[in-house]
């Protein structure tokens, strides 16, 4: 997204440079000078104070003093407006900045002759580092750079996860000065108010420190298979198009979630202070299974549902997709889910938790009403395709 000069002085109307009449003066004019005087001063005494003051701007200041028809006179130059003393007292932010960046790292990935940038952060001192699935892609060539002016080095995509937006990277360790990973924290004890700081590099800039608070928990945002995340922490800490992939820090610089994506409003494409980032406990089950080289498995239902119409509880199918596990036992558009195994379903967020704490190839009992009246198939869950049908 292309920045916006800043704006500058002459961006304001030309009048802004015209002097201002001069105010009246009861006392009378003073005598003339004598001739010799008149003709010293000629026509520099009459140009127009409007005239000095724009040559001023221009030339990039303005000298105060007195001027001289003396060439072996030199007129006097303003002095530089003095500083404040003492030093500005540190904030905590200065901390974790000073801390944490050094392990904040831009991503950089082309794809055939297309190109993107993101953020990531090492976890580990064997070179391993976070990022959003969305930065990666079908990335051909991955590349990391350290820090602002070092040289990017290749890294290697282990492994990528669409469902949680989460992708892990590796670079050879002897490749970089350093590695200081950053802590993951137990992103449940994280609460509203919390202090959140979210460093990254936006816009193309380079790192960049933003910070806020914790202004949501528990939201969901849709990841980039289709599919929804859970347990999303909201904050409204800036975060912009190139920050996906990089931390969110907890007051002591822990990491409590992976910035990934941010509310828009109209057309614009920049951040109005909802941000969303992928908790951190989410990381914490995911990243080892992408290190160990597993497929991860998600058991699926086969249905989008919705809450009923005029209030009442369960989860009204909306869709089954054909030859789905759902669509196998008989189940339709219109019924009611309304139990999983005993456990009641009271609308379509308890329905997938439910649904989360169970296995791909699992039998389970489903509850719903259709009409008047209440049944019960069994239901063998299938595995998660890996987008939406």
């Known amino acids: 997204m292309p920045l916006r000069a800043p704006s500058l002085w002459t961006d304001r109307p030309d009048d802004w440079l015209t002097a201002p009449p001069a ?4 006392t009378p004019p003073a005598p003339p ?4 005087a008149r003709r010293r001063l000629s026509h520099r005494a009459r140009r127009p104070a409007a005239v000095l ?3 001023a701007v221009a030339g990039g200041a303005y000298a105060a003093g007195t001027q001289s028809d003396d060439p072996g006179r030199t007129a006097t130059q303003a002095a530089a407006l003095p500083a404040a003393s003492g030093q500005l007292a540190p904030s905590k932010i200065n901390a974790i900045y000073a801390r ?3 392990s904040v790292v831009s991503v950089q990935v082309a794809s055939g002759r297309a190109t993107a940038s993101g953020t990531g952060f090492v976890i580990d001192r064997e070179g391993t580092i976070v990022t959003n699935a969305h930065v990666v892609g079908d990335a051909d060539t991955t590349r990391v750079r350290f820090d602002d002016g070092d040289t990017p080095v290749q890294a ?3 492994g990528t996860d669409p469902s949680t937006d989460l992708a892990v990277l590796r670079v050879d360790p002897s490749q970089t000065r350093d590695l200081t990973p950053l802590a993951l924290a137990d992103s449940k004890k994280v609460k509203v108010g919390d202090a959140a700081i979210a460093i990254g590099y936006p816009l193309g800039l380079d790192r960049t420190a933003t910070a806020g608070i914790v202004s949501g928990l528990e939201r969901e945002i849709e990841a980039p298979n289709g599919f929804r995340i859970d347990e999303v922490i909201q904050t409204d800490a800036p975060i912009n198009p ?3 992939g990089g931390p969110l820090l907890d007051a002591q610089g822990r990491v409590i979630g992976v910035n990934s994506q941010i509310a828009t409003s109209g057309g614009g494409g920049g951040s109005v202070g909802i941000g969303f980032a992928v908790p951190s406990d989410t990381v914490r089950e995911v990243v080892p299974k992408l290190l160990a080289g597993q497929s991860i498995e998600r058991p699926w239902l086969g249905v989008s549902t919705a809450r009923p119409t005029g209030g009442g509880t369960g989860a009204v199918v909306q869709s089954a997709t054909p030859g789905g596990p759902a669509a196998r036992a008989q189940i339709e558009p219109g019924d009611v889910l309304t139990v999983i195994d005993g456990t009641a379903i009271g609308d379509p967020d308890e329905l ?3 649904l989360e704490r169970r296995s791909a190839g699992e039998r389970v009992t489903v509850g719903f009403r259709r009409g008047g009246s209440e049944r019960t ?3 063998t869950l299938g595995t998660r395709p890996a987008s939406t049908p």
């Not at 105010?23 to 009861?26: H, K, M």
């Not at 000078?33 to 010799?36: H, T």
Request: glycine share 8%.
């Open 156 to 158: 290697r995509v282990v």
């Open 100 to 102: 944490a960046g050094k």
């Open 377 to 379: 198939v069994e239901v």
């Open 242 to 244: 190139g920050n996906s």
């Open 53 to 55: 003051l724009a040559a």
């Open 33 to 36: 000078p004598p001739p010799a």
């Open 23 to 26: 105010a009246e003066d009861p």
């Open 352 to 354: 997938a938790e439910a």
